[in-house]
Nanobody, 118 residues
């Protein structure tokens, strides 16, 4: 599975952005997909995940109520809608995928940079 994240950019605090994670696989609906973020010098942080059919979502406490993860399996794409962005949301955002049987995300895309200015 190859993953391509896009949609990052420079925004002001309070603005919104939508990230996309496009997958190149015919079996996309078999994968749980997650978004993570990383700031240089800090550990990678879980942001959100979505189940294979989209019925189950999980969020980090820091983004609950502001971010929404969704997916369109017909387009092999997962989205992360980010609202009310804060400067502390500044990071490289990465998407990853795993099958239900794997506990770890083993497919990773390259990141997309989100910068939120105050």
């Amino acid at each position: 599975v190859q993953l391509q994240a896009s949609g990052g950019g420079l925004v002001q605090a309070g603005d919104s952005l939508r990230l996309s994670c496009a997958a190149t696989t015919r079996t996309f609906s078999r994968y749980i997909v997650g978004w993570f973020r990383q700031v240089p010098g800090k550990e990678r942080e879980f942001v959100a995940s979505i189940s294979e059919k989209g019925g189950i979502t999980n969020y980090a406490d820091s983004v609950k109520g502001r971010f929404t993860i969704s997916r369109d399996n017909a387009k092999n794409t997962v989205y992360l809608q980010m609202n009310s962005l804060k400067p502390e949301d500044t990071a490289v955002y990465l998407c990853a995928a795993r099958t239900w049987s794997n506990r770890e995300f083993d497919y990773w895309g390259q990141g997309t940079l989100v910068t939120v200015s105050s």
